[in-house]
Nanobody
């Protein structure tokens, strides 16, 4: 299984960015697909996750601003980021938890920089 993230970049505060993560290989259900981020000097934190049945949860700092989705085939996950703030600056990672195989897969990071 491989995950490939894309879509990072530089944006001004208040702007939007869309991250995409392409999943190759088989992720079985039940599973959780997620976005994490890590800012310099800080621990990696959960941004959003979506369960195989469709339920989605968000970190408190992004609720109401970010929206996570995935396609039915679970080949692509999207993180739509709106009303971006400088504190959203981080490297964003997509991840897939295969709960049946008890495996966790990570994509490479995508840099998101929000200028004030």
């Amino acid at each position: 299984v491989q995950l490939q993230a894309s879509g990072g970049g530089l944006v001004q505060a208040g702007g939007t960015l869309r991250l995409s993560c392409a999943v190759s290989g088989n992720i079985f259900s039940p599973n959780v697909m997620a976005w994490y981020r890590q800012a310099p000097g800080k621990q990696r934190e959960l941004v959003a996750r979506i369960f195989s049945e469709g339920n989605t949860t968000y970190g408190d700092s992004v609720k109401g601003r970010f929206d996570m989705s995935k396609d039915k085939a679970e080949r692509t996950m999207i993180l739509q980021m709106n009303s971006l703030k400088p504190e959203d600056t981080a490297v964003y990672y997509c991840a897939a938890h295969d709960l049946k195989a008890m495996r966790l897969y990570w994509g490479q990071g995508a840099q998101v920089t929000v200028s004030s």
